[in-house]
């Protein structure tokens, strides 16, 4: 491990719990091994508690009952973490904003789901906004463009903290889609269950990167990336996807999503 | 209630807009209104305090909606105006459609209105041998096509210049055919010419309400045409449609709204023309109305106070939430399959005509919160149409599939040994399968996703599995 990938931390929490998300532990494992990096480069301990999913696409689906079921099942399995840190902006919106909200009528377990929350943060403002990291030194080639996932952008604020991370990556150049804060599409059920219209949006979301002319879309949700990835190779575009932690974690040299590996042949 | 829903037909209608050239094409206008309303509250400092503020002023009144109706009623009384409350769509229809006989009206005007749609006015009118005459120019257009409103601001947003040339030489035939009608105020030239006539034939107008001020009894609307105006001044009578939520107490409050509307409407300052209306012409006054009539509707919404939609009844119908929203800007307006579009639709359909008929819309979402960004009244509108799908998870209303595959996975994610062993197989079997190409171009249960994209194929072992191997399991 190199000990100075990540320079200008401040003063450093000690446990940190990686909420993976079903997405990163089933399909992108690399994503999970680069927030991990992240966070032991910037001098946290990483635990991974046995963990499943945050319950989202319950809740979003009007089942609150096992929405709060697996969230009362996170809060306890992070209970001992001084942190808990989610590479995902909706997992994290999940987790932050409405874990809260689903204890209503029960104080005690409200108040645990806000102690919950207010320990939880998304990967790369954690990094920036907690930590105090202020550059990455890693590399990588080629121009880029970052898509702001709806909720990192507006349940949890992050902007600014992907961009100015990035952009301290050598040989990384960043341009800004047209409409960047425009939603892919993806919504988690929805992509499958309104499948049409879904493929309306991520293929304006497609046509808006092929016009900025950069070779790789980052963005920090797995969910729009393995939707905006999919469209775009189902459109023959050569634009590559992957999570912005790969690159920041300098682990971007395996195949971008949705790619075959290396020796596997096409 | 108005024209029949086809909202319980969504997809299909999704289906229809998407492969409509013509309304695709018109659409792309739509997108202008996201940046005007960004520059707009760029331009304002207090803007957010002002949304705050209009969030306030809406709440108070909603607490006390029934004291402010009263009071609205008396100035309204004292300046020598009636008011008529309707229970329903049904009620409003009778009144209005009586009061215009009781006038011996041969012929209408009307300022836009989306309660008029609502109540599906125009066809009680026309119904009773009455013509109603729409001359808001959006509306005109849709009455000459025999179309509904696909935007609650924007009402013809769906149409082409090009297809309005085609409508009017159809409509005014009495025009010479080889006039020219390329140019956008050519158009709007020649509607004005035909409207003159129609607004000094009108024996009532009939408008709706931006707001009523329950202090001085007045109703308020915005136009950018001044037709509202013309329609409630020239005519023997002036009948306001209006429901109930667009009270507000003061004039100074009706003045803090205006300061919001406009500018997450159009990005505007403040609309063309502002007008109010406060009961029959006085003596000494130089025009307006003998008669003054006010209807309130309720249709459903009294029964949303105090309830997980009462903070829909905020809305001040500005269609910030639709110039916004992902959804709307992929299939218009009609797609909707009802009166109100975009995302107030969606939480505001299943209100008014019942969550069998509506609920398709709060489900057609993907959360992305925009329009809850730019609301100007603050309404949480992704947590009200998830209220809409928790009273349909409820009932066992959502489809089977949906549930039995919720069920399914919610009982592995409960179980976190079982589900690591589950999904460490799915994913390693998944992998081998994808490998070669790294993602597939179909899978089984996932038409809707592999119709249109590929799916990426996992990478192989879990995070959770890897992590345990070299960590063990306590870490
Ligand atoms: S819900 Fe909000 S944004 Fe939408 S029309 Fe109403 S006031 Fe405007």
Same mark, same amino acid.
């Given at each position: 491990?190199?000990?100075?990938?990540?320079?200008?931390?401040?003063?450093?929490?000690?446990?940190?719990?990686?909420?993976?998300?079903?997405?990163?532990?089933?399909?992108?494992?690399?994503?999970?091994?680069?927030?991990?990096?992240?966070?032991?480069?910037?001098?946290?301990?990483?635990?991974?508690?046995?963990?499943?999913?945050?319950?989202?696409?319950?809740?979003?689906?009007?089942?609150?009952?096992?929405?709060?079921?697996?969230?009362?099942?996170?809060?306890?399995?992070?209970?001992?973490?001084?942190?808990?840190?989610?590479?995902?902006?909706?997992?994290?919106?999940?987790?932050?904003?409405?874990?809260?909200?689903?204890?209503?009528?029960?104080?005690?377990?409200?108040?645990?789901?806000?102690?919950?929350?207010?320990?939880?943060?998304?990967?790369?403002?954690?990094?920036?906004?907690?930590? $105090?990291?202020?550059?990455?030194?890693?590399?990588?080639?080629?121009?880029?463009?970052?898509?702001?996932?709806?909720?990192?952008?507006?349940?949890?604020?992050?902007?600014?903290?992907?961009?100015?991370?990035?952009?301290?990556?050598?040989?990384?150049?960043?341009?800004?889609?047209?409409?960047?804060?425009?939603?892919?599409?993806?919504?988690?059920?929805?992509?499958?269950?309104?499948?049409?219209?879904?493929?309306?949006?991520?293929?304006?979301?497609?046509?808006?990167?092929?016009?900025?002319?950069?070779?790789?879309?980052?963005?920090?949700?797995?969910?729009?990336?393995?939707?905006?990835?999919?469209?775009?190779?189902?459109?023959?575009?050569?634009?590559?996807?992957? *999570?912005?932690?790969?690159?920041?974690?300098?682990?971007?040299?395996?195949?971008?999503?949705?790619?075959?590996?290396?020796?596997?042949?096409? | 209630?108005?024209?029949?829903?086809?909202?319980?037909?969504?997809?299909?209608?999704?289906?229809?807009?998407?492969?409509?050239?013509?309304?695709?094409?018109?659409?792309?206008?739509?997108?202008?209104?996201?940046?005007?309303?960004?520059?707009?509250?760029?331009?304002?400092?207090?803007?957010?305090?002002?949304?705050?503020?209009?969030?306030?002023?809406?709440?108070?009144?909603?607490?006390?909606?029934?004291?402010?109706?009263?009071?609205?009623?008396?100035?309204?009384?004292?300046?020598?105006?009636?008011?008529?409350?309707?229970?329903?769509?049904?009620?409003?229809?009778?009144?209005?459609?009586?009061?215009?006989?009781?006038?011996?009206?041969?012929?209408?005007?009307?300022?836009?209105?989306?309660?008029?749609?609502?109540?599906?006015?125009?066809?009680?009118?026309?119904?009773?041998?009455?013509?109603?005459?729409?001359?808001?120019?959006?509306?005109?257009?849709?009455?000459?096509?025999?179309?509904?409103?696909?935007?609650?601001?924007?009402?013809?947003?769906?149409?082409?210049?090009?297809?309005?040339?085609?409508?009017?030489?159809?409509?005014?035939?009495?025009?010479?055919?080889?006039?020219?009608?390329?140019?956008?105020?050519?158009?709007?030239?020649?509607?004005?010419?035909?409207?003159?006539?129609?607004?000094?034939?009108?024996?009532?107008?009939?408008? $709706?309400?931006?707001?009523?001020?329950?202090?001085?009894?007045?109703?308020?609307?915005?136009?950018?045409?001044?037709?509202?105006?013309?329609?409630?001044?020239?005519?023997?009578?002036?009948?306001?449609?209006?429901?109930?939520?667009?009270?507000?107490?003061?004039?100074?409050?009706?003045?803090?709204?205006?300061?919001?509307?406009?500018?997450?409407?159009?990005?505007?300052?403040?609309?063309?023309?502002?007008?109010?209306?406060?009961?029959?012409?006085?003596?000494?006054?130089?025009?307006?109305?003998?008669?003054?009539?006010?209807?309130?509707?309720?249709?459903?919404?009294?029964?949303?106070?105090?309830?997980?939609?009462?903070?829909?009844?905020?809305?001040?119908?500005?269609?910030?939430?639709?110039? *916004?929203?992902?959804?709307?800007?992929?299939?218009?307006?009609?797609?909707?399959?009802?009166?109100?579009?975009?995302?107030?639709?969606?939480?505001?359909?299943?209100?008014?005509?019942?969550?069998?008929?509506?609920?398709?819309?709060?489900?057609?979402?993907?959360?992305?919160?925009?329009?809850?960004?730019?609301?100007?009244?603050?309404?949480?509108?992704?947590?009200?149409?998830?209220?809409?799908?928790?009273?349909?998870?409820?009932?066992?209303?959502?489809?089977?599939?949906?549930?039995?595959?919720?069920?399914?996975?919610?009982?592995?994610?409960?179980?976190?040994?079982?589900?690591?062993?589950?999904?460490?197989?799915?994913?390693?079997?998944?992998?081998?399968?994808?490998?070669?190409?790294?993602?597939?171009?179909?899978?089984?249960?996932?038409?809707?996703?592999?119709?249109?994209?590929?799916?990426?194929?996992?990478?192989?072992?879990?995070?959770?599995?890897?992590?345990?191997?070299?960590?063990?399991?306590?870490?």
């Amino acid at each position: 491990m190199t000990m100075n990938a990540v320079e200008g931390a401040g003063p450093r929490p000690r446990r940190v719990g990686l909420f993976v998300t079903c997405l990163v532990d089933i399909m992108r494992p690399t994503v999970g091994f680069a927030a991990v990096k992240l966070l032991e480069d910037a001098g946290c301990t990483v635990v991974v508690p046995a963990q499943t999913c945050c319950g989202q696409p319950a809740y979003n689906s009007g089942d609150r009952a096992t929405a709060a079921r697996l969230a009362r099942q996170a809060i306890t399995a992070f209970e001992d973490c001084d942190h808990v840190v989610v590479p995902s902006g909706s997992c994290g919106g999940m987790l932050i904003r409405h874990y809260p909200e689903l204890f209503a009528g029960e104080p005690e377990m409200a108040a645990k789901a806000e102690r919950f929350a207010s320990k939880t943060h998304e990967l790369v403002s954690f990094l920036t906004d907690v930590l $105090g990291v202020e550059r990455v030194t890693v590399r990588f080639d080629g121009t880029v463009a970052y898509h702001d996932s709806c909720s990192s952008l507006r349940e949890l604020g992050v902007k600014a903290q992907p961009r100015r991370l990035l952009a301290s990556v050598e040989g990384l150049s960043l341009v800004e889609l047209d409409e960047a804060e425009t939603c892919c599409g993806f919504g988690g059920l929805f992509a499958a269950k309104y499948g049409e219209l879904s493929n309306a949006i991520v293929s304006r979301k497609a046509d808006d990167i092929r016009k900025a002319a950069a070779g790789t879309v980052l963005a920090g949700d797995l969910g729009c990336l393995l939707n905006i990835a999919g469209k775009l190779q189902r459109a023959g575009s050569a634009v590559e996807a992957r *999570h912005v932690a790969e690159v920041l974690a300098g682990m971007a040299d395996g195949p971008a999503i949705g790619e075959p590996q290396k020796g596997a042949g096409r | 209630m108005t024209a029949v829903a086809t909202t319980p037909r969504f997809k299909a209608n999704v289906h229809e807009a998407l492969t409509d050239v013509r309304l695709q094409g018109a659409m792309t206008f739509a997108r202008n209104f996201a940046g005007r309303r960004a520059a707009a509250a760029e331009r304002l400092p207090e803007f957010e305090a002002l949304r705050d503020s209009a969030r306030a002023i809406k709440d108070h009144t909603l607490a006390h909606l029934d004291l402010y109706l009263e009071a609205y009623e008396r100035k309204v009384v004292e300046s020598g105006g009636h008011v008529h409350f309707a229970e329903d769509a049904e009620a409003a229809r009778k009144i209005v459609v009586g009061l215009c006989k009781g006038l011996g009206a041969k012929s209408v005007t009307k300022g836009k209105s989306m309660i008029s749609e609502e109540i599906g006015l125009n066809a009680a009118i026309e119904a009773a041998g009455i013509e109603a005459v729409e001359t808001d120019l959006g509306e005109y257009i849709i009455q000459l096509r025999h179309e509904t409103p696909s935007h609650i601001i924007a009402p013809a947003i769906h149409v082409t210049a090009r297809d309005v040339e085609q409508d009017f030489r159809k409509a005014h035939r009495e025009l010479p055919p080889e006039r020219d009608l390329s140019r956008p105020e050519q158009l709007l030239g020649e509607a004005r010419g035909v409207l003159r006539a129609k607004f000094l034939a009108a024996d009532a107008g009939i408008t $709706g309400a931006n707001f009523l001020i329950a202090e001085t009894g007045a109703s308020v609307i915005v136009t950018n045409e001044g037709n509202g105006d013309l329609t409630q001044i020239l005519p023997r009578a002036h009948i306001v449609i209006a429901s109930i939520e667009k009270i507000v107490p003061t004039l100074e409050d009706a003045a803090q709204l205006l300061r919001v509307l406009a500018r997450s409407a159009t990005g505007q300052d403040a609309s063309v023309y502002t007008t109010f209306s406060t009961g029959p012409r006085r003596a000494g006054d130089p025009d307006g109305p003998s008669e003054y009539h006010v209807v309130l509707l309720d249709n459903g919404r009294s029964a949303m106070l105090g309830g997980e939609f009462e903070d829909m009844l905020r809305c001040i119908r500005c269609g910030a939430c639709m110039n *916004h929203c992902p959804v709307y800007q992929a299939v218009g307006g009609h797609a909707y399959g009802w009166v109100y579009p975009g995302p107030m639709g969606a939480v505001l359909t299943p209100s008014l005509i019942g969550v069998a008929e509506g609920g398709q819309l709060p489900n057609a979402s993907t959360f992305c919160g925009r329009c809850e960004e730019v609301c100007p009244v603050r309404i949480p509108l992704p947590k009200m149409m998830r209220h809409w799908r928790e009273r349909e998870f409820a009932r066992g209303l959502s489809p089977a599939p949906q549930r039995f595959g919720l069920g399914a996975w919610a009982f592995f994610a409960a179980r976190p040994a079982l589900y690591r062993f589950a999904t460490g197989l799915a994913a390693r079997a998944l992998h081998l399968a994808g490998r070669r190409k790294g993602r597939f171009a179909s899978a089984p249960l996932a038409g809707g996703w592999t119709r249109y994209r590929d799916l990426a194929a996992p990478q192989g072992a879990t995070f959770q599995s890897r992590w345990r191997a070299k960590n063990g399991a306590v870490k």
